[in-house]
């Protein structure tokens, strides 16, 4: 039986326990409490206890046989000893309560809960911990100044950190680039929607220009507006060639017929945007994700990515853009609404909140990332030499690679620490750690955590052991959109020119060749590379960092997706959809190949259609 007596106690004992109690309304952990006295005919008194969580209050004899002790019976001949000071205390509290009171049964309440500041709604959400508060009560006694307390107490004193995860704090994250938009979005636990390029222009959104001196920044501005006229060139071309191909069926309506192929021709159009092209994005995400998506954001080599993370931290401390606030002041502003009352329900009702002050006021690059990132390029440059001591030739690899699961799991996590800082794929890679002597293996293995502070969550490429590891080189564009699954882990590498680009292929649909684009889009990829390797090698301030906004979506990229069966089998199922692009339908194909090479009792539980088959471009 879960006695409350002896939580009390325990509580008491414990300074830092018994401030819990305190803040978390200490009143409501003695759930216990005490019926009354009665006489039995034998004229001995009798004490009755109830429990609250039980239905009737429980009448047996109280026997003092110890001066300290009290021996307590309560039903089905269950035996007590409790301490009597303890029992005196509660005692005296139930004189408080009324001893006629009933408990209801099957009194189960929900309700939503909606207008309460997140971090007060985390306060109140803890205190279901120790507190028998209903949150009706709990958000009725809180204010923020509490919540701001308790949170510096036992989120940061105590490092109960899952108290983060209560507080949601949904953002605007508007014209940001490309690039940056991948880092912001890299979390597992981020939920969010962003600007699609198939069915929104991206000509008028404008693009990031880092920082430059004056004849970097023309030549980059330069190249920058070259893909976006090719952009347009190809999206307008494949328009019109698929219009050629496909005529409007009489039974679709015309602005249908034209908002499905102009969808289809901005899929190809989108290999030019390069990763400079802005975008926006909503995001929801809980304060514990946000904090350490702000201190990893703060620590990237990228000026942009950091600036974000400051952005993202000051959105979160500072008031909130209130939708009700900003329609009130139009009404009250239109004459619609008094104006006493306005300011009134303005300063009473409506205050200005900030979102998270408390939960994300700490959070700061993170050292760990930062030197490890940094060790870790190193070490993998040092591995991967000739015998020359140049760099290593990087071998062809396929589209997807599922990788055999008979490594030692000291090998895997070597190879993962290197993997996101080289170009090579997992296979190689793996071949030249495999090699290593068992020493210099561990040494890497310390690399990975040697500046591992005491807050620090291992980095991600420790997440090792899933039995299904698909290495991926595809495009940008398709690696942007696998990216936001969740249910994986992703090592992704740094975007370059190392891997060449692709030509966007769909079945059924005309090819670049037949448009009789193939030369302007060769053109504009070959002249955007050739921007982004001057800048590259240029004296710029972070000129490589700067030099990746040049590159256009249709270049590839490589990535480690690591996941267990259900994730894969969801990804293939999804991603090779006729909705879907093109471009990752084909990487969905490739991993359902692969698991049914691997695994062919298995093939039969995918509901997948082959992709390389043409589809009805009419149909989305
Ligand atoms: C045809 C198509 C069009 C799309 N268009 C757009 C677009 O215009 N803009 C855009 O931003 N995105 C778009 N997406 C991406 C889409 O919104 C999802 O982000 C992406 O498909 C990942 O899907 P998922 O969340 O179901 O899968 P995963 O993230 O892989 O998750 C798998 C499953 O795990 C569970 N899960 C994982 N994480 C969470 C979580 N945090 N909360 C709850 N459950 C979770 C869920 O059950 C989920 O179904 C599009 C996707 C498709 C297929």
Known sequence: MNFPFSLAKEYKEDEEKHDYVQQAGNSEALSIEVLGDETDHNGRKHRSLGQNNQQEPLKKPLIQTNPLLSEVYLTHGIKLTIPRYILERVMSESKATNSDQKHPENTTEVYAIHGAEPEVLAYAMAKYSRSALTMRESLAEISSQRAEQFLNTFYFQYGHRSIADLAHIPFAIEKLSMLAAIALVDEARWDGQERSTRYQDFRRSGWYVPQLSTVARRNYQHAIEALFLSYDAISLGMFDALKAAIPC??????????????????????????????????????????????????????????????????????????????????????GAVDAAATSEILNDLMPPVRTAPTLVKYAEPSEYQIASREELSHAARELMRDAEGNPAEIYPAPTVDLLDDDEDLEVE??????YGCCHYSYRQLRGAVAALSEPRRNELLKLGHAHRGKHD?????????????????????AFRDMHRHRRCIQLIQEFSDVHGYEEPVCPG??????????????????????????????EELEAKQSAQYLLPMGMRCRAMFKMDFAEALYIAELRSGIAGHFSYRKVAWEMYRAIAARHPALAGLFRIEDVNLPVDLLKR
């Open 509 to 538: 649909q005309p090819t670049l060749a037949e448009a009789g684009l193939e030369p302007a889009y060769k053109a504009a990829m070959d002249s955007a590379l050739a921007a982004y390797r001057a800048l590259c090698d240029s």
């Open 249 to 334: 069926p009489a039974e679709m309506k015309p602005a249908d017929y034209h908002r499905t192929l102009k969808a289809r021709a901005f899929d190809a159009a989108r290999y030019l945007l390069p990763l400079a092209t802005n975008t926006s994005l909503g995001q929801i995400v809980n304060a514990r994700t946000l904090e350490s998506q702000v201190s990893r954001l703060l620590s990237s080599p990228f000026a942009e990515i950091r600036n974000l993370g400051v952005s993202l931290r000051k959105a979160a401390s500072e008031p909130a853009w209130n939708v009700q606030r900003d329609k009130l002041e139009q009404l009250a502003g239109e």
């Open 457 to 477: 969550e291992l980095l991600r490429a420790f997440s090792s052991g899933h039995g299904f590891r698909f290495d991926i080189l595809m495009d940008i564009g």
């Open 413 to 418: 996590l070597a190879t993962s620490l290197l």
